[in-house]
């Protein structure tokens, strides 16, 4: 069977869409669609429905993806597998995501490590929210990611990566500056959160639902995004926000921002590697895991 036909179909499948597949694949909508009519007419069968808005996949077509997806990580072992007898320079494409926090600086630091190492390795860093991170490893779009959340997702698997304490930084000259606050504090000064989606938030929402309390609780009046605006914000006096430490470190040297405290709170997560269910490692991805953990 034709592996580029079930590429084909699972992209159509996962995305609901011929061209947001064909999108993904990197050839255009007309090529899709032929290779998924030559794998109906193979099978003899009508594998997916396309009277609705979103392409769905018939009861057979369920069948063929769940059985193609087995046969597709078997092609990667494979490939894998022939590839460890290529030598031992890395070569090639090198693609891994990581959420705002750990890919602002810890990850984009250490790739640049790694690729100094080994420079026919094309390496690329694609940094978006948890959440995204999430669905793009599972749609095997990114090999690896770095999160800073274990979110629920039947297609990917994760596993503790690092550990990461999260703080309160303030700017200099700020009455919170170095100092230990209580929740009643934070209500009356400028607390600046992420978006929904972010690490850093999520571990804060839980952290205070543990204690009988909610963000909006806190009075929170301004939601920046992610970590670089919200930072941008508390840089320029704005107000105060909680922050991955290892992101900041730089600027607590520094002395542009502030370390504080929250009475109550003790904030620090598991940032997790996160895989496709399934998916076997290039030899890229080990190299990369077996030299990060060894400088962290």
Not at 87 to 101: H, K, N
Request: aromatic content about 6%; some cysteine.
């Amino acid at each position: 069977m034709d592996t580029r036909q079930l590429a084909a179909f699972c992209a159509v499948v996962e995305r609901r869409s011929f061209s947001q597949a064909a999108e993904r694949l990197g050839v255009t909508q007309p090529a899709v669609s032929l290779q998924v009519r030559a794998l109906e007419k193979r099978l003899g069968t009508q594998l997916l429905d396309r009277s609705g808005r979103r392409v769905e996949p018939t009861e057979a077509g369920l069948r063929l993806y769940r059985g193609a997806q087995r046969l597709l990580a078997l092609e990667e072992q494979i490939v894998a597998e022939v590839g460890l007898e290529g030598g031992d320079e890395l070569a090639g494409m090198f693609e891994i995501g990581a959420s705002t926090g750990p890919g602002g600086i810890v990850v984009a630091q250490l790739l640049c490590e790694f690729e100094e190492l080994h420079p026919e390795l094309h390496v690329t860093l694609w940094v978006f929210d948890t959440q995204t991170i999430v669905e793009r490893v599972a749609a095997r779009e990114l090999e690896l990611g770095v999160v800073g959340a274990a979110r629920r997702h039947r297609g990917v698997a994760f596993e503790p990566f690092f550990r990461d304490p999260v703080i309160l930084v303030c700017p200099p000259g700020h009455p919170f500056a170095g100092k230990t606050v209580t929740l009643d504090d934070l209500r009356e000064d400028n607390l600046i959160a992420m978006q929904e989606g972010a690490g850093v938030r999520q571990l804060l929402e839980d952290e205070l639902r543990r204690i009988g309390k909610r963000l909006r609780d806190l009075g929170v009046r301004l939601e920046l995004g992610l970590q670089e605006s919200v930072l941008s914000a508390v840089r320029s006096g704005h107000g105060v926000t909680f922050i991955s430490r290892r992101s900041v470190e730089a600027d607590l040297a520094a002395g542009t921002l502030v370390e504080s405290r929250v009475e109550g709170l003790e904030l620090e997560r598991d940032v997790f590697l996160v895989r496709a269910t399934g998916r076997i490692e290039t030899r890229a991805a080990k190299a990369f895991l077996e030299f990060a953990r060894d400088r962290l």
